[in-house]
């Protein structure tokens, strides 16, 4: 088997206040940067993404890869004209290339799925639509998905399967690569394509609340899903509970099933559907401001520190990562042992550099990129500094080389403050303990993420809380101005 694989990676916050160029693509942060060509397995060896699961599990069943290009860039705003095509066009091409060469007999493809740019709403469908025109309706195209994918039709009718992950946070990123792997081998093998069923829900299911960690979303993956599958109602079934951040009109939660019986596809897609629909009111959860969340955890008596998420500025779903919210509140009250990361902010990290470990300076920390939001002015003793390249070694980065540049630790007056140079969710511990930060060593642990720190975070935590300082990640999207979404749909759960 000749199998073209590649990628193109973007989660897109329409309501975030920077978009993603083409600049934003050659950067690495935690995942590879822009790669083409052969280099793009040494690119991703090693790394926890789907296209590296894709390819072990192709290499497994012996086939013959022809490497098209794989990036990703942190989710953000839209992601430009300009980018889009640049990568969307290249790519195209190295496929026209790969089939003049000898001829293909499938392609994988590593997308998320919640893709908008500046003149499309759809960028993956637009993707998956240019491909299917070059290279016909016979070539198996297998796809793997962001479990916050947006599905729409037109991602359904041109890719002859998806997968999409079923863990949030995605510890299963590497698995449903291969899974999806497996799936086009099958179809390449079988000479068959199997049936489709896509339906889609009427509501958003706001980011926090669709954590695999606790129910509703728990059950719904573990009990319904898996179950489905192991009562073999059909070859594939995935759902995706949506990007509900994207003023579009397929934005939300979605089924897909398959199955070479169209029967059988539409019966799973139509049950998992139904227990998607009756678990709609439980996806709510307590979101605390950001003054009561640290008063909360200033009252834990527990040997673990309290961690709290300031979901509303996770660069992981197109925050800025340099909002001051929670960070003001902290100063406020001062408690007694606090840690907050990671700040995006290079002029800081810039001046603790000169100012050396053991100075003193004047720290403007963030409050540079979301409107209505200021720097918090503190003076901040420089406890250390990293230039950011080091490797993750929680559940989900794992194995990810981070480079997020010139990176420094401050005390504030007790709060002790975590500053890089690129915006990154603060999801795995080893971006505190690179600057020698011990997150359990703390009674107050505040991480810019929404969900993804769980993973590495929640093992460590007396308790978990969800706070929602000013930033773009909005946790209740039925408070948002929406323009572009479909008739009928409910912005809130059972609301």
């Known amino acids: 088997m000749r199998i073209a694989i590649g990628g193109f990676q973007h989660e897109t916050n329409t309501f975030a206040p920077v978009k993603a160029d083409f600049a934003a693509f050659e950067r690495p942060d935690a995942w590879p940067r822009y790669v083409a060509g052969p280099e793009l397995f040494d690119e991703i060896a090693g790394v926890h993404i789907p296209i590296t699961g894709a390819v072990e599990a192709l290499q497994i069943a012996g086939a013959d890869l022809v490497p098209l290009s794989w990036c990703s860039a ?11 095509e640049r990568i969307a066009g290249r790519m195209v091409e190295l496929l026209a290339e790969a089939m003049e060469e000898a001829p293909l007999d499938g392609l994988f493809l590593d997308l998320h ?34 479990l916050h994918a947006n599905v729409t039709p037109e991602m359904v009718e041109h890719a002859d399967l998806m997968e999409i992950y079923r863990h949030y946070p995605h510890t299963d990123m590497g698995e449903t690569g291969a899974r999806a792997a497996r799936a086009l081998v099958r179809i390449i093998e079988s000479a068959t394509r199997p049936a489709k069923a896509y339906r889609q829900a009427e509501f958003l299911i706001p980011l926090q609340w669709g954590c695999t960690f606790h129910d509703p979303a728990e059950s719904l993956y573990r009990t319904h899903l898996e179950g489905l599958l192991d009562q073999g109602v059909s070859d594939s079934l995935s759902f995706a509970c949506g990007f509900p951040l994207a003023d579009i009109h397929h934005v939300g939660p979605a089924v897909v099933a398959y199955d070479p019986d169209p029967d059988k596809a539409g019966a799973a897609a139509d049950a998992m559907m139904d227990a998607v629909e009756k678990a709609e009111a439980a996806f709510a959860g307590t979101i605390h401001p950001p003054d009561a969340g640290v008063a909360y955890a200033r009252r834990s008596n527990g040997p673990k520190p309290v961690v709290i998420a300031d979901s509303q500025d996770n660069p992981g779903g197109g925050g800025p990562g340099d909002t001051t919210g929670m960070l003001a509140a902290l100063l406020r009250q001062r408690p007694d042992s606090a840690l907050i990361g990671v700040f995006s902010d290079p002029q800081t990290a810039e001046a603790a550099h000169q100012a050396g470990v053991g100075g003193t300076i004047q720290a403007e920390i963030g409050g540079k990129l979301f409107p209505g939001d200021a720097p918090v002015s503190t003076p901040a003793r420089v406890l250390a500094l990293g230039d950011g390249a080091f490797k993750g070694t929680g559940p989900m980065w794992g194995g990810a080389n981070f480079r997020l540049g010139r990176m420094a630790l401050l005390d504030c007056g007790g709060v002790h403050v975590a500053i890089a140079s690129k915006p990154m969710q603060a999801g795995d511990q080893s971006m505190f303990r690179h600057l020698g930060a011990e997150p359990s060593d703390y009674k107050i642990v505040v991480v810019k993420s929404s969900v993804h720190f769980r993973a590495d975070f929640q093992p460590i935590a007396e308790e978990v809380i969800v706070a929602a300082a000013p930033g773009p990640v909005y946790a209740d999207p039925g408070a948002l101005e929406w323009r572009n979404i479909r008739p009928g749909l409910r912005t809130r759960p059972d609301g």
Not at 74 to 84: F, I, K, L, Q
Not at 114 to 127: F, P, Q, R, S, W
């Open 74 to 84: 942190t989710p953000s705003a839209h992601v430009t004209e300009e980018a889009y």
């Open 113 to 146: 799925g919640a893709m908008v740019c500046e003149h499309l709403e759809d960028g993956e469908g637009a993707l998956l639509s240019r491909i299917r025109a070059l290279v016909g309706p016979d070539l198996p195209i297998v796809i793997s998905l962001d």
